[in-house]
């Protein structure tokens, strides 16, 4: 059994009177493991990442990181991780190798051996030919990775990312992926990941725990939550909004379909075999009504959805003011 | 998921509380505490602070522009006020007959008040950066943080108050006081940093907005000034600016390095000094209790 380096309990936390960030969080992130939490803006993701920083104190609950308690072992917890923050925790008018040497000497290292580390993790990020040129003259991407370097300074058995590659162009983002991968399996790293980015999350992560509304709904790997939806879906693309109804109706109660949905032009058919259940479904349906017809293997949006009654996209637009419309 | 009660139990569940204001404030200061003792080694908060405190010297050293406004400002009062008030020596109570020279331990202070003013902006801009939340997720106690932030300052306005040192040398204000003369010169110097630093922090960790800090710091400073003997020798105050005076940190800074300058009146370096040190001791300490808050408020 591997170590478990966070262990979260029933963390609430409440803003102000009423304002619920998050309503129950439980998870564990063990030794060695890419844990992402997924999940729209203002689901409580940085809000968890925050807690399990120190950053910010839980209204109840209780975590354990690296086995000290967030709220009375501050100090030893800061001790045992790194932390990337959504906002760039870059010094922008010190070199990159300053803000190294920095970081280097607060974790109690400095010398040669704070000297070799520091061009090693420039090596590994890419920016060993930028190291010695202002941090604000850099593109975004690298300020990025240079975060990514000053959380892995003091070689932390937990590394937390709050939405590494948000804002990133997807030359950087692909980057960093790489990189995180090859952290996670070379040195044994554990990763506490926070994304809304669906691939992000089933590329990158061990285990998903999906997150609403303060709440994390499900968590498994990533195979096993797209095993959750039972099937592949159809996508059938009308040529016209008016036929969505009627081809929806001449297919309801067909023997392979086991859940419709409709979406504009779009009907989206979830059955257990997609290959096979085509040609009945073209039976069906007067088929020069439809534009295209796509089969979709079940992907985390699909769970998304199916969890939480709205996909991921639109969850996101509706973040600000969260309602409990389905959307489908 | 259930399994986690057997372990030890925390030594302070977060339930307990849920009391938001003062009470939050002083648990939780106990378990920073608690934290600090098993932290091995003052040296590491040494390394610590020089770090950041060098960190923030480079920036000013790299962008010197404000650093350089800073002295050039009371240079020019130096100048301006120097001559157009050349003749109020001839009032009772002033120490020398030329007015550059008592004007420039005043300057001198005037320049490390204004100096240290807006110390906070710093912080604020680590904040909105993200660099103080690296900042808080790497394992330095808020003390050696905050301290930083304030130390900077000071040492700031000692190099800065150099150059008016030196300039009024010029203009003939010479330390009378020898080796005890400049230190006093420079202690004033150094806790008027100190204060007015830890109150712009105070402030920037509190108001969290730039143009807050910088309106009751503009607020506080010509009153500050005009309340004190900085221009004018007490003698010839109006008696109601003289009580004013008496409870204005900034002239206790400015009788200080009068003292050391033109080596007269101990009994009013006795007065000024405690006064002047317990309250830059009190301004860290709000800063210090200010930072608790805004920990408590993430």
Same mark, same amino acid.
């Given at each position: 059994?591997?170590?478990?380096?966070?262990?979260?309990?029933?963390?609430? $936390?409440?803003?102000?009177?009423?304002?619920?960030?998050?309503?129950?969080v439980?998870?564990h992130?063990?030794?060695?493991?890419?844990?992402?939490l997924?999940?729209?803006?203002g689901?409580?993701?940085?809000?968890?990442?925050?807690? +399990?920083?120190?950053?910010?104190?839980?209204?109840?609950?209780?975590?354990?990181v690296?086995?000290?308690?967030?709220v009375?072992?501050? +100090?030893?917890?800061?001790?045992?991780i790194?932390?990337?923050?959504?906002?760039?925790?870059v010094?922008?008018?010190?070199?990159?190798?300053?803000?190294? &040497?920095?970081?280097g000497?607060?974790?109690?290292?400095?010398?040669?051996?704070?000297?070799?580390?520091?061009d090693?993790? %420039?090596?590994?990020v890419?920016?060993?030919?930028?190291?010695?040129?202002?941090a604000?003259? &850099?593109?975004?991407?690298?300020?990025?990775?240079?975060?990514?370097?000053?959380?892995?300074?003091?070689?932390?058995?937990l590394?937390?990312?709050?939405?590494?590659?948000?804002?990133?162009?997807?030359?950087?983002?692909?980057?960093?992926?790489?990189?995180?991968? +090859?952290?996670?399996?070379?040195?044994?790293?554990a990763?506490?990941?926070?994304?809304?980015?669906?691939?992000?999350a089933?590329?990158?992560?061990?285990?998903?725990?999906?997150?609403?509304?303060?709440?994390?709904?499900?968590?498994?790997?990533?195979?096993?939550?797209?095993?959750?939806?039972?099937?592949?879906?159809?996508?059938?693309?009308? $040529?016209?909004e008016?036929?969505?109804?009627?081809?929806?109706s001449?297919?309801?109660? %067909?023997?392979?379909?086991?859940? +419709?949905?409709?979406h504009?032009?779009?009907?989206?058919?979830?059955?257990?075999?997609?290959?096979?259940?085509?040609?009945?479904?073209?039976?069906?349906v007067?088929?020069?009504?439809?534009?295209?017809?796509?089969?979709?293997?079940p992907?985390?949006d699909?769970?998304?959805? $199916?969890?939480?009654?709205?996909? %991921?996209?639109?969850?996101?637009?509706?973040?600000?003011?969260?309602?409990?419309?389905?959307?489908? | 998921?259930?399994?986690?009660?057997?372990? /030890?139990?925390?030594?302070?569940?977060? /339930?307990?509380? /849920?009391?938001?204001?003062?009470?939050?404030?002083?648990?939780v /200061?106990?378990?920073?505490q608690?934290?600090g003792?098993?932290?091995?080694?003052?040296?590491?908060?040494?390394?610590?602070?020089?770090?950041?405190?060098?960190?923030?010297l480079?920036?000013?050293?790299?962008?010197?522009?404000?650093?350089?406004?800073?002295?050039i400002?009371?240079?020019?009062?130096?100048?301006?006020?120097? =001559?157009?008030?050349?003749?109020?020596?001839?009032?009772?109570?002033?120490?020398?007959?030329?007015?550059?020279?008592?004007?420039?331990?005043?300057?001198?202070?005037?320049?490390?008040?204004?100096?240290?003013?807006?110390?906070?902006?710093?912080?604020?801009?680590?904040?909105?950066?993200?660099?103080?939340?690296?900042?808080?997720?790497?394992?330095? =106690?808020?003390?050696?943080?905050?301290?930083?932030?304030?130390?900077?300052?000071? @040492?700031?306005?000692?190099?800065?108050?150099?150059?008016?040192?030196v300039?009024?040398?010029?203009?003939?204000?010479?330390?009378?006081?020898?080796?005890?003369?400049?230190?006093?010169?420079?202690?004033?110097?150094?806790?008027?940093?100190?204060?007015f630093?830890?109150?712009?922090?105070?402030?920037?960790?509190? *108001?969290?907005?730039?143009?807050?800090?910088?309106?009751?710091?503009?607020?506080?400073?010509?009153?500050?000034?005009?309340?004190?003997?900085?221009? @004018?020798?007490?003698?010839?105050?109006?008696?109601w600016l003289?009580?004013?005076?008496?409870?204005?940190?900034?002239?206790?800074?400015?009788?200080?390095?009068?003292?050391?300058?033109?080596?007269?009146?101990?009994?009013?370096?006795?007065?000024? *000094?405690?006064? *002047?040190?317990?309250?830059?001791?009190?301004?860290?300490?709000?800063?210090?209790?200010s930072?608790?808050?805004?920990?408590l408020?993430?």
């Amino acid at each position: 059994m591997p170590e478990t380096l966070v262990e979260a309990q029933d963390l609430r $936390k409440v803003y102000g009177e009423k304002i619920v960030a998050l309503d129950g969080v439980s998870f564990h992130v063990h030794a060695g493991e890419i844990y992402g939490l997924l999940g729209p803006n203002g689901a409580g993701k940085t809000t968890t990442v925050r807690i +399990l920083a120190t950053l910010t104190q839980p209204t109840a609950g209780r975590a354990l990181v690296a086995g000290f308690n967030v709220v009375s072992d501050g +100090l030893k917890v800061r001790q045992a991780i790194g932390y990337v923050g959504q906002g760039t925790g870059v010094d922008q008018h010190l070199t990159g190798r300053e803000n190294l &040497w920095v970081q280097g000497q607060l974790r109690g290292m400095g010398g040669r051996p704070l000297r070799r580390r520091i061009d090693e993790l %420039l090596e590994l990020v890419g920016l060993t030919e930028a190291a010695d040129r202002l941090a604000r003259e &850099w593109s975004g991407g690298m300020r990025r990775r240079l975060d990514l370097a000053l959380g892995l300074i003091h070689r932390p058995r937990l590394l937390f990312l709050d939405e590494p590659t948000t804002g990133l162009d997807p030359e950087s983002r692909m980057m960093l992926h790489r990189q995180l991968r +090859l952290l996670a399996e070379e040195s044994g790293i554990a990763v506490l990941l926070t994304t809304h980015y669906l691939e992000e999350a089933d590329r990158l992560s061990h285990r998903i725990g999906i997150i609403d509304r303060g709440r994390i709904v499900a968590q498994d790997t990533p195979a096993n939550l797209k095993a959750r939806i039972h099937g592949d879906v159809l996508i059938l693309t009308c $040529k016209q909004e008016e036929d969505v109804a009627a081809l929806t109706s001449s297919l309801r109660g %067909l023997e392979p379909v086991r859940e +419709l949905q409709t979406h504009g032009r779009l009907i989206l058919v979830t059955v257990a075999d997609g290959a096979a259940a085509i040609p009945s479904l073209m039976a069906a349906v007067e088929s020069d009504r439809l534009a295209r017809i796509e089969l979709r293997k079940p992907t985390l949006d699909e769970v998304y959805l $199916k969890l939480t009654g709205r996909t %991921l996209a639109e969850a996101e637009a509706t973040s600000d003011a969260p309602t409990q419309e389905a959307a489908a | 998921m259930r399994q986690i009660a057997p372990h /030890s139990p925390p030594r302070l569940d977060a /339930s307990e509380r /849920s009391t938001p204001d003062s009470q939050a404030g002083e648990s939780v /200061s106990v378990a920073v505490q608690t934290g600090g003792e098993d932290w091995p080694g003052r040296p590491a908060a040494i390394r610590a602070m020089a770090a950041l405190v060098g960190r923030l010297l480079l920036h000013d050293l790299r962008m010197p522009t404000f650093a350089i406004l800073n002295i050039i400002h009371p240079l020019v009062w130096l100048l301006l006020f120097g =001559s157009l008030f050349s003749g109020v020596t001839h009032m009772a109570g002033f120490p020398t007959e030329n007015y550059m020279a008592f004007l420039t331990p005043g300057l001198m202070v005037m320049t490390a008040f204004f100096g240290s003013a807006f110390a906070g902006m710093n912080l604020l801009m680590d904040e909105q950066h993200g660099y103080l939340d690296r900042l808080r997720t790497s394992p330095i =106690s808020a003390g050696v943080l905050m301290a930083s932030y304030v130390l900077r300052a000071g @040492i700031m306005v000692l190099m800065q108050s150099l150059v008016i040192l030196v300039v009024g040398w010029f203009a003939g204000a010479h330390v009378a006081g020898g080796v005890i003369g400049f230190l006093l010169v420079f202690v004033a110097v150094f806790l008027t940093g100190i204060a007015f630093g830890s109150l712009s922090n105070a402030l920037a960790l509190t *108001l969290r907005r730039h143009d807050a800090v910088i309106g009751v710091m503009n607020f506080l400073m010509l009153p500050l000034v005009f309340t004190s003997t900085m221009m @004018i020798a007490r003698p010839a105050m109006p008696i109601w600016l003289l009580h004013l005076s008496l409870v204005n940190p900034i002239d206790w800074a400015v009788t200080i390095a009068r003292v050391g300058f033109f080596d007269f009146n101990y009994a009013d370096l006795w007065r000024c *000094l405690p006064l *002047l040190a317990l309250f830059a001791a009190g301004m860290l300490a709000l800063a210090g209790r200010s930072y608790r808050r805004y920990q408590l408020s993430g």
